[in-house]
């Protein structure tokens, strides 16, 4: 045990899609005892921002890293999203046309391993020694990954990480407890978006989830490991119900869109599609971004080639109200992406930018529009003050925004924009549509997601308790890569430096 250590394990469990006033609000409730003891003599947060987009992937693999999306090469994790195309590596010489990464795909989900950065750490790769467990932890480089006998069920995943306290052997040579353990609970998320955030299906998952956190909360007792042992609970991120879900496929036939075929490396797009829409278009090849001046002069192959303006033809999917896209100069660390807003009723666009410059945590952007902000920063006192034309670093959106809706956005748009396997063109409704489009193919007619920068998206509960030596506090706010560095902090090992977020100790 290191002298400034409090505590000589940490276990960090991840449950997918729980939004903080969820899981608070079924706490009051006196539902989740045992979720309830560990936040009360703990750290507590019911304002704990995720990154943007609120997309398992980033969000997750943020949480596990301590860091964001990036410039890979340089910095930041690598993996912009759950759906991606591979425009850069291989390089842009290749032959090959690019994949299309989606850890949708159950053989395609443990690839986020070798796709997250060079430049990032794990949790478990942050530790000098000692044991790490991931249980069902799909991201677990570093670590001893253990799938469980029933990989289906919540209590099999939080049950590895009992047994390796019961039973180490089984697990280590060395016979001693893991110092790091991480479990991953998937299950909450196929819920919401089968059945819906109501569904008491869902709910009552929840409140199985603090049963199981109980027996694991008996066998550190029983073990006489409680008392040195910090438990985080987190969620990635929460979750909407869509007003309308529209089929997409029949538009872009009548735009002479074609899909993107990874296999022939022909096609004239390719869109994963919530209620935030990615789209790729080619530029000189599959293998290159396009340039502004292409996408407005974009030769649609369902047309005999006919020219058309992307820009305009994306404005006229329903409920479209936020345009993201970068700008031709852009450098890893400095440059501008544009926003394009359409007005409500008029359907009038403005526009405006973020600039960036910098990198990881020293990355400070400053955000400009036309007209009156795209946000309504301006309709709070403390939000309106960073509406000064300066650039700001992530810490100082987040003292800004945190209590509203879009928090920290104006940091993170670019940092996704900055990765080369970003997309070109974002497209939002804001919630109000949703379409479950993905490659070609509508999907689903489901009107659950998460993907908005809305609060009832970006805002997850943030609880780490356990052990008598963790102060007991109520923050105001906090981020999700605020996690692991404080965790690490507990065990007394300093996170790596590409780690963004910062242990809510100091
Ligand atoms: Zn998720």
């Known amino acids: 045990m290191s002298h400034s250590a409090k505590v000589n394990q940490v276990i960090l469990i991840i449950f997918?899609?729980?939004?903080?006033?969820?899981?608070?609000?079924?706490?009051k409730e006196g539902k989740l005892p045992n979720i309830a003891q560990i936040a009360e003599n703990g750290i507590k947060c019911a304002n704990c921002i995720t990154s943007y987009p609120a997309i398992t992937f980033p969000c997750y693999g943020n949480i596990v890293t301590g860091s964001y999306s990036g410039y890979y090469p340089k910095e930041g994790n690598a993996v912009p999203l759950y759906h991606w195309l591979n425009r850069k590596d291989p390089p842009a010489t290749s032959k090959k046309p690019p994949f299309i990464r989606n850890y949708g795909d159950r053989s395609q989900v443990l690839k986020i391993n070798k796709d997250i950065g060079k430049n990032v750490k794990t949790i478990f790769e942050q530790a000098p020694e000692g044991n790490l467990l991931s249980s069902l932890c799909y991201l677990y480089r570093g670590a001893f990954f253990v799938v469980p006998e029933h990989a289906s069920d919540v209590e099999s995943i939080i049950k590895n990480i009992s047994d390796a306290f019961e039973n180490p052997g089984k697990y280590y040579s060395n016979k001693e407890v893991p110092l790091i353990s991480v479990g991953?609970?998937?299950?909450?998320?196929?819920?919401?978006?089968?059945k819906g955030f109501e569904d008491p299906e869902y709910i009552n998952?929840?409140?199985?989830?603090?049963?199981?956190?109980?027996?694991?909360?008996?066998?550190?007792?029983?073990?006489?490991?409680?008392?040195?042992?910090?438990?985080?609970?987190?969620?990635?991120?929460?979750?909407?119900?869509?007003?309308?879900?529209?089929?997409?496929?029949?538009?872009?036939?009548?735009?002479?869109?074609?899909?993107y075929n990874p296999e022939k490396g022909t096609g004239d797009f390719d869109c994963n599609f919530g209620s935030v829409g990615f789209f790729n278009f080619p530029g000189d090849s599959w293998q290159h971004h396009p340039s502004i001046r292409q996408m407005q002069n974009f030769k649609v192959s369902g047309l005999q080639k006919q020219e058309v303006n992307l820009f305009n033809i994306l404005c006229e999917i329903p409920e479209v109200k936020y345009m993201y896209y970068r700008d031709d100069n852009n450098k890893p660390d400095n440059g501008i992406i544009h926003i394009e807003y359409l007005e409500k009723d008029s359907k009038k666009k403005r526009y405006g930018m973020i600039e960036y410059r910098g990198f990881g945590r020293d990355q400070q952007t400053k955000y400009t529009f036309e007209g009156s902000d795209f946000y309504q920063y301006n309709d709070n006192e403390k939000s309106a003050k960073i509406l000064d034309n300066?650039?700001?670093?992530?810490?100082e959106w987040l003292e800004a925004t945190n209590h509203i809706d879009f928090p920290i956005i104006v940091d993170q748009i670019p940092r996704y924009f900055k990765n080369p396997r970003s997309c070109d063109i974002i497209i939002?409704?804001?919630?109000?549509?949703?379409?479950?489009?993905?490659?070609?193919?509508?999907?689903n007619a489901s009107p659950y997601g998460h993907d908005i920068g809305?609060?009832?998206c970006m805002i997850v509960p943030f609880i780490i308790g356990g052990s008598p030596e963790i102060p007991q506090v109520e923050l105001e706010y906090c981020k999700t890569t605020d996690m692991v560095p404080t965790l690490l902090e507990l065990l007394g090992i300093k996170p790596h430096s590409s780690v963004i977020g910062k242990s809510i100790l100091n």
């Open 205 to 259: 998952l929840i409140i199985e989830f603090d049963k199981y956190i109980g027996s694991l909360m008996n066998t550190l007792k029983k073990t006489g490991y409680y008392d040195s042992t910090a438990i985080g609970l987190i969620s990635d991120h929460g979750n909407f119900k869509a007003k309308k879900v529209v089929d997409l496929e029949s538009f872009f036939q009548k735009k002479g869109l074609i899909p």
């Open 184 to 194: 991953y609970t998937y299950h909450t998320d196929d819920l919401v978006h089968e």
């Open 16 to 27: 997918d899609n729980v939004r903080a006033e969820h899981l608070l609000g079924l706490m």
């Open 454 to 456: 809305l609060r009832e």
């Open 390 to 395: 300066k650039f700001h670093t992530l810490e």
């Open 428 to 443: 939002s409704t804001l919630g109000d549509y949703g379409f479950n489009y993905e490659h070609g193919v509508t999907q």
